[in-house]
């Protein structure tokens, strides 16, 4: 029998009855007040407000150690090159041929000015090094629309090209060598330009952007523009140099000297022009 609730009726009648308590089933069903709806609602976004930053740096994080492998992985390619062809650097553009010529294979075909070659070298090194791959995954920043990590145009010229006073034209565009480079630790060789402005451009970047490095002597790091000595200030050459590419100096890719010269500023020297630039905003 179903239990039954206390009542006074059945026990003066001497029924033997099992207790059950009365159940207000209107409690139940009214469902949530608007606000109990509320402080659930904030809880939830005080919950995802502390969450999603962690998630933005983790993330943040794993795209950063994989931009350094990229990087890695490409320096131990171009230090390849060097054994394969005598100590050569990469070098597949020719002042010469009307500073245009065409690179890549027969699966992508691209003409070329010839600095160029600092965005365009692994569409010309794909059949030997990234088997037919063209853009291999390895030869541009993750998470970057596919920009390709930039070989140093330094490379691509003498070091008397790179440097004011000795600057002349394009019989100075001439492949270099690995002996050539007088710094190891301190002259970069693949860089990416963290908030860059659009590629191919001449434009100046703004002064947040930050250059992920790797350096002859394999090394990687991320470095403020402060960190880095000042570039050749007119870049490749005249806008109107057949050739050039970008006329307006970075760091990094546009070194004083060029293989001769350093990238990295000594720390304190950084350290005082940080502190200058500081005083002057």
Request: charge should be negative; aromatic fraction near 10%; proline fraction near 6%.
């Amino acid at each position: 029998m179903a239990p039954m609730p206390c009542n006074i009726g059945s026990r003066a009648a001497g029924l033997s009855v099992v207790c059950s308590p009365s159940i207000n089933r209107s409690r139940f069903a009214r469902g949530f007040s608007m606000i109990e709806l509320l402080v659930a609602m904030g809880i939830i976004g005080i919950l995802v407000a502390i969450i999603l930053p962690t998630l933005g740096n983790v993330r943040k994080e794993a795209i950063e150690q994989k931009g350094l492998v990229h990087l890695k992985t490409t320096h131990e390619m171009f230090t390849m090159y060097t054994i394969d062809f005598k100590e050569y650097w990469p070098y597949f553009t020719d002042p010469r041929d009307g500073a245009r010529v065409e690179v890549g294979n027969a699966r992508a075909t691209r003409l070329s000015q010839y600095f160029d070659a600092s965005v365009t070298w692994p569409l010309a090194l794909a059949d030997m090094y990234y088997s037919g791959e063209t853009y291999h995954e390895t030869t541009y920043w993750p998470d970057s629309r596919r920009l390709s990590l930039v070989y140093s145009p330094s490379f691509l010229a003498s070091p008397e090209y790179w440097r004011e006073d000795m600057r002349e034209g394009r019989h100075q565009w001439v492949p270099t060598r690995f002996g050539q480079v007088r710094y190891p630790d301190d002259k970069g060789l693949i860089t990416f330009l963290d908030r860059q402005t659009a590629p191919g451009t001449a434009d100046v970047p703004s002064k947040e952007v930050e250059f992920v490095t790797a350096f002859v002597d394999g090394h990687v790091g991320r470095f403020e523009e402060l960190e880095l000595h000042e570039p050749h200030p007119e870049g490749e050459g005249p806008r109107e140099m057949d050739g050039v590419r970008i006329s307006t100096g970075f760091p990094v890719l546009h070194t004083v000297g060029g293989l001769l010269g350093r990238d990295l500023r000594h720390e304190a020297l950084a350290s005082a022009v940080r502190g200058a630039a500081s005083e002057n905003q």
